[in-house]
């Protein structure tokens, strides 16, 4: 069973601009969740969908979306990009939102100059 | 407001036992606690879950207190490949929402 997909792995960009992640689930999991990964502050959740609804959201501020297609695959946009917006971003999947362990894929890697 | 509190770092030399303690309050009492290891450049990985007492599987142990206020993660003689960030997960009481510790730092010396 193929994992957690997510593209692009590495993304640079520059202030102002606007980036969109894409993240490819396990086969037949519902559940995607996105998380901001930067040094000393560990893993921030953003988002989670489940079946094409946004169902719990982390405190980001509004430049953060995302969004799931009806085959579970999400994506994620950030616009208007800062440099502090510069980390890792994990993509999740799970079977179903409550105490079903968390698949992550290898993340995108966001460098903002 | 819950909050989950581990060490920031730990060093151990393969062969031993390793005791990773995570420090959890005002959790949901019917929710799992569960611990993930991450390697660099790579996303968490799921480790083992539990709900109390203990759990056991191929690779760790799991041990949760019947307060449920700590759980430790415990990685049976060591190699050099565990060497990693191990992150343990609870559910929070009030709001369901996923409450991550920062991550303990684990360094596993021949």
Redesign the interface.
């Known amino acids: 069973k193929a994992g957690v997909t997510q593209t692009p792995r590495y993304l640079i960009k520059t202030r102002g601009q606007q980036v969109t992640l894409s993240c490819s689930p396990i086969s037949g999991h519902r559940s995607v969740s996105w998380y901001q990964q930067t040094p000393g502050q560990g893993l921030q959740f953003l988002f989670e969908y489940f079946s094409e609804t946004q169902r719990n959201k982390g405190n980001f501020p509004g430049r953060f979306s995302g969004r799931q297609f009806s085959n579970s695959r999400s994506e994620m946009n950030v616009s208007t990009l800062e440099l502090g917006d510069s980390a890792l971003y994990l993509c999740a999947s799970s079977l179903e939102s409550d105490n079903s362990p968390l698949h992550f894929g290898n993340g995108t890697r966001l460098t903002v100059t | 407001l819950a909050k989950t509190t581990q060490p920031i770092s730990m060093d151990s030399y393969e062969g031993q036992e390793v005791n990773i303690t995570c420090s959890h309050n005002n959790i949901a009492t019917n929710?799992?606690i569960?611990w993930?290891q991450q390697f660099p450049?790579?996303?968490?990985?799921?480790i083992i879950?539990g709900y109390k007492t203990k759990v056991t599987n191929e690779v760790a142990s799991l041990f949760i207190p019947a307060d449920r206020k700590s759980s430790t993660l415990s990685l049976p003689r060591v190699s050099l490949s565990d060497t990693a960030v191990y992150?343990c997960l609870a559910?929070a009481g009030n709001n369901?929402?996923?409450i991550?510790?920062?991550?303990t730092s684990l360094a596993v010396n021949p």
């Open positions: 929710d799992y569960t993930y450049s790579q996303g968490p990985r799921f879950q992150y559910v369901r929402k996923l991550w510790g920062l991550g």
